[in-house]
Structure formats: C-alpha cells, structure tokens
C-alpha cells in the first residue's frame, strides 16, 4: 500500500490481530521500526513517517464488538472508514471473524493478511489462511506476474514457480521463505521442517545429529529418580550448551535489585532488564490438564524453584511469579496473552510492595505496573500451553510432551511448538512412548469448503 494517494489525504490503514496479545507484539514491532526508520534523504520525510500507522488493535475492537452478542458495530451497511486493513497473526483467525473482516471492508479497500499457514489454526472453525496459501510452496505464479514483478523488485522468480495456468488467488500470495528467527540448516530449521513434512523418522534422525541447538530430555515416568533431568532443565537449563532455564531470570531478578531510592526510571530499567531475561527460556505443553498439562506442571516447576531456593513461596502471589492475562481488560490497558512479572519494589521508608511488571507493548521499552489485587484474570505460567504462545518467541524452548496420545497433538501444535525457539530447543518426553512420531502423524484436517469458488 502506498502511504498516500495524493499529497493532500494520507492513505487511512489500520492494523489489527486476533488477540490483544498479538496485537501489543505487533504494535511494538511497528512502531520500534518506524521511529528507526532513516528518512533524512526523503522529501518532507517526517511527514511520511507520521503517515504509517503504529496503532494495532484486535479484531473484535477494530469492528465494534456488541456485549452478548455475535454482531458487530461496523458490517457491510455500515463498513470500516479504511482504504487498508493489514492483519497479523491470521493463522488464528477463524472462518466467522473472516466472514465479518470482510463484509466490513469498503469494496475498494485493501486487505493484506501476515501468519503462517502451518502453525496451529483458530481454535474455532476454519483453517482460513491455511486454506488460502495451501499452494504457496509451490508458487503458480503466471508469466505476467513474473514479468510484473521483475519490473517493479529487479528480482526474479525461479522457473520452479512459474504456472501459466496459476490462479489469480495464486497471484496474491508471497510465501517468504527465509527464517530470520533461525537458519533452515539449524538444528530448529531442519526439525521444524520434517514435522512440518509429516515425516517422523527425519525428526528423530534430526535430533540424533548432535545439532548444537536442540536436545531432548527423557523421563522415565516409572522411576522416582525419573523427572531429575526435567527438573535440570528447568531451573537450571542446559549451561554448557548455554541454553537458560528459569534460575536464570531469577537471579537477575535478585542480583540487579536497585536501592530504594532509585528513581522511576531505575525500577523500570531493572523490570526491563527481568522481563528480558524471563524471555530467554518459556517451557510449553500441549494440554492443560493432567501432570503434563499446565495445571500440573506449573506447581511443580515452582515447587522446584522454591527447593532450590529461587523464589520464597509455590503458590499465591510471590516475587517472582511469572504471570498471563487470560482475559482482556481494557481499564488496566492489558490484553489476553500479556505476560508479566511479580516483583517487590523496595519502599523508601523499607520494606517492599508487590507489583506485577508487563511490558508497556509501545515499542519504546515501557512498564506498565499493576497492583496483584487488579489483575483478575490471571494464571502462573511457569509452563505455557503452545495454543497460548502463538505470536510469541523465545531464545531457549522446551516442549513438554505427555506420555500417552490426545487428540489435541498434532503435527501443527509440534511445529508451533519447535518454531516458537530462536537458538534453542529441547524436546521433554516420556521415555519409550513413542508419542513425537503419533503427533507428527496426525494433522488437523478442516474442510470448509472457502476455495470452491477458486477452483
């Protein structure tokens, strides 16, 4: 989209995700680039950069959801004053949201959707980006697009790509097919791919080729003795392979406490400097319940951090707690998926007072803090479920799969899982049971019947 259609009017665009989560990721991401961008050489330069949008909202805010209802404010009779609409994380955009997206489109305006097609479609209906890219791998692009595009970019399209028979859906797609959160040749890289691929036997050959980025830990769920390693890594991580466990953050929680009579912009640069580090490793987990899912590795891992003297208390609020909204609170300025960080400010006249610490999410390396008692609608996340870190990504990941089969894993919540690490990945499974090869199997199969009328 271009920034204006005349000198007088600017271009009106908006940006928009699923989930407040992905929306604050987004509108930090946007607006840290804008305010880097090198505009010097342009005419009237910080007039362009005042013209591109920095403000994201979610879906349902962006078209006026109704309480206790389905419909929204702003529908085909009453459509959105936008002439584009640029959607992140669509992934997780499910078959209903779309259908209103789009009837609240101005005929004229611009719709561009970013995710990726392979990750864990919307928990409701619809696999809509899937559906829409699933010939992206192989292009289909027609000569004329070829041309065009050579044209306008200089690049050129691999022959591979080129279909003179290519839909003109085809021609709207651009699947990037370059990682820069890891290397296709990594360790990451390679396993994300064969999962990806559906072909188990590649993801066990990958992990035994001693790639210095991935590892695997497993338990023995029949010994006493079993979980040892699964607790290593998670207080302590992987230290000779550099790999973070969660000691990590709370010792710079404790070693970089500042006096009490630190300004504001010192507690914040300490709440900065804990949040970062906290996003050196995330432990995932397919389910929710049982002793795999989060209700019941979430007590544990905090026991364990509390034996080793980490953090004072496993239960309640305690410095230290890692926090996620479940709920959105537009009062508090919080979205559903913000994480955040329980921390003892110390007082002037002594003492300390407990506040949650969450990134201000503007792009400028705020914090915004908030007293436990306002947060409502919170749960430790000690171990994250992979559906609730989409849109997130962390230096060191591990993926605690359970020891027996469920439904709910699959070859797209693998992926996700293995794709939310930057540098580092561990694999935590029960011993003998088989179950990465079951998931990587199985894929989520929804037919909605959205590209019939592409045939």
Known sequence: LALADSPARPLRIRLAAPTGKAA???NESIAGAVARL????LPDGERVRAAIPVEVTTLHRL???????RHFRHHAGHPLGVDGLVVDEASMVDLEMMAA?????????????LGDKDQLASVEAGAVLGELCRRANEGHYTPETVAWLAGV????????LVDAAGTPLDQAVAMLRHSHRFSSTSGIGRLAAAVNGGEAGAAEAVFAGLHADLARVEVDTRAAAGEADFRRLAVDGTPSAGREGYRHYLETLRNTRPAADVDRAGIDAW???VLAAHGQFQLLCALRRGPWGVEGLNPRIAGWLREAGLIDADEGWYEGRPVLVTRNDYGLGLMNGDMGITLALPLAGGGSQLRVAFPSGDGRNGIKWVLPSRLQAVETVFALTVHKSQGSEFTHAALALPDSLNPILTRELVYTGITRARSGFTLV???GSRVLEQAVARRVLRLSGLLDGFA
Do not use: I, N
């Not at 090198?38 to 050489?41: E, H, I, S």
């Not at 970019?153 to 591979?160: D, I, K, L, R, Y």
């Open 63 to 69: 078209l006026g959801s109704r309480p206790d209802t």
């Open 38 to 41: 090198d505009l010097a050489g």
């Open 153 to 160: 970019t200089g690049e050129q399209v691999p022959a591979s």
């Open 271 to 273: 709440a900065a400097g």
């Open 101 to 113: 997206v789009l009837a609240a489109l101005p005929p004229e305006a611009r719709l561009v959707l």
């Open 429 to 431: 499974d029960a011993a």
């Open 24 to 26: 604050a990721r987004l």
